[in-house]
């Protein structure tokens, strides 16, 4: 039972173009928000977050919406660069019971994000 | 030290042999995690730890896997009598503080159970 689904395991898109990455998630208990981006052999790396408060959050060429009726997020990196080719993860989490542990964050499968020249 | 420090980062075993994972934790983080990532899979949770506290196990997924914090910082995942289905990234990660959400992750351990 997948709490956290990023249904497109990989995304082309042409440098300088905005790339959206989704994420839909099904425990309304979740109220906190992150994504992560991960190189090969790297370890994933915190990318941007945003609270169930908000319904958007910006941080330079990254912003995540989040529409909390249709238990869905997105990330939008405008414009996409060639460094940005990644595979993206969306996470999940409620504070309430973010006390470590199963109970913290939920990671989906991850976004193959492809720039292309 | 700098960064969570993980090692080895490639292991090959032979099926039915144990293995041991380290992960050298950021200095002064008091929580400790470990989790894996299989081919085509998002980031599966396996154990907790935060200070002295029991660690939380409810995501080992058989009592062939253990792990243990020594000192509260240096951590040691053991998989025993490996099987072909524990091939995996094992990715360790530490955070400053019981619960934070933002995690600071090592490179990985890839184990590949021939």
């Known amino acids: 039972d997948q709490q956290v689904k990023q249904n497109s395991p990989s995304l082309s898109v042409q440098e300088g173009r905005i790339s959206i990455l989704n994420c839909d998630y099904t425990n309304s208990m979740f109220d906190y928000f992150l994504w992560y981006k991960k190189y090969p052999a790297e370890g994933p790396t915190f990318l941007i977050s945003i609270s169930s408060i908000k319904d958007k959050n910006e941080d330079g060429r990254f912003t995540v919406f989040l529409n909390k009726s249709a238990k869905h997020l997105s990330l939008h990196i405008v414009p996409s660069q060639p460094g940005d080719s990644a595979v993206y993860f969306c996470a999940a989490s409620a504070t309430m019971y973010s006390g470590g542990g199963a109970d913290g964050l939920t990671f989906g499968k991850g976004t193959h994000l492809i720039i292309q020249p | 030290g700098a960064g969570v420090s993980q090692s080895p980062s490639n292991k090959v075993t032979e099926k039915g042999k144990d293995v041991e994972l380290r992960c050298d934790p950021i200095s002064g983080h008091t929580a400790l995690y470990w989790y894996r990532q299989s081919l085509g899979q998002g980031l599966e949770f396996l154990i907790y730890f935060q200070g002295n506290s029991a660690p939380d196990k409810s995501g080992l997924p058989s009592d062939r896997f253990s792990a243990e914090r020594t000192g509260g910082s240096v951590s040691t995942l053991t998989i025993q009598r490996t099987q072909q289905e524990d091939s995996a990234v094992y990715l360790c990660?530490?955070?400053?503080?019981?619960?934070?959400?933002?995690?600071?992750f090592g490179a990985g351990s890839r184990l590949t159970v021939l």
């Open positions: 990660a530490s955070s400053l503080i019981r619960g934070a959400n933002v995690l600071t």
